[in-house]
T-cell receptor
Framework: DAKTTQPNSMESNEEEPVHLPCNHS???????IHWYRQLPSQGPEYVIH???SNVNNRMASLAIAEDRKSSTLILHRATLRDAAVYYC??????????FGKGTRLHILP | DSGVTQTPKHLITATGQRVTLRCSPR?????VYWYQQSLDQGLQFLIQ???????AKGNILERFSAQQFPDLHSELNLSSLELGDSALYFC??????????????FGSGTRLTVV
């Protein structure tokens, strides 16, 4: 499985944007970049995914570097409810999702 | 409510016993995935079923087995339980098992405590 590298933890202030980085220098041309998050005492939750182009949905935006060796999950306006562990995952088409350690995001009121 | 239902929510049992965890996937989803989450190991993929057939296997112990029934619900059987099997067990479902790149929908998990 291709590897991703994320910071262990990050802090952000409430109502400010949050940029969560992910490095994936060994990504292959067919790997999709997926992001999930896990709120305390809950199951993981799908956030967003993309292949080459930047993606937006109601939860977040995904910015993918031109060489695809890194990506950034952007939460436009963090709330206390966004405090969670965020997982950046590379997924080959048809392949299962393998979770790494993720980034624990703390939101400061 | 994610649409994926897991029962029971909590289970306490003794070492050496056998338990069955149940998962009902979201309506229309054909694939079911099982994950184990413990404090020291994080989220570990165990096994995937697609439309009743085993599709992929991860770090699943021989003491553990699973199946997916014709109505698409799945059961994870854990036998000869050890203290180290205490963990959260998550089930997830997705639309298909291949040829797609949809996200997974996870249930809220079953917390298993082995005493």
């Amino acid at each position: 499985d291709a590897k991703t590298t994320q910071p262990n933890s990050m802090e952000s202030n409430e109502e400010e944007p949050v940029h969560l980085p992910c490095n994936h220098s060994t990504i292959s041309g067919t790997d999709y970049i997926h992001w999930y998050r896990q709120l305390p005492s809950q199951g993981p939750e799908y956030v967003i995914h993309g292949l080459t182009s930047n993606v937006n949905n109601r939860m977040a935006s995904l910015a993918i570097a031109e060489d695809r060796k890194s990506s950034t999950l952007i939460l436009h306006r963090a709330t206390l409810r966004d405090a969670a562990v965020y997982y950046c995952i590379l997924r080959a088409r048809d392949d299962k999702i393998i979770f790494g350690k993720g980034t624990r995001l703390h939101i400061l009121p | 409510d994610s649409g994926v239902t897991q029962t029971p929510k909590h289970l306490i049992t003794a070492t050496g016993q056998r338990v069955t965890l149940r998962c009902s996937p979201r309506s229309g989803d054909l694939s079911v995935y099982w994950y184990q989450q413990s404090l020291d190991q994080g989220l570990q993929f165990l096994i995937q079923y697609y439309n009743g057939e085993e599709r992929a296997k991860g770090n699943i112990l021989e003491r553990f087995s699973a199946q997916q029934f014709p109505d698409l619900h799945s059961e994870l059987n854990l036998s000869s339980l050890e203290l180290g099997d205490s963990a959260l067990y998550f089930c997830a479902s997705s639309v298909a098992g291949g040829g797609d790149n949809y996200g997974y929908t996870f249930g809220s998990g079953t917390r298993l405590t082995v005493v």
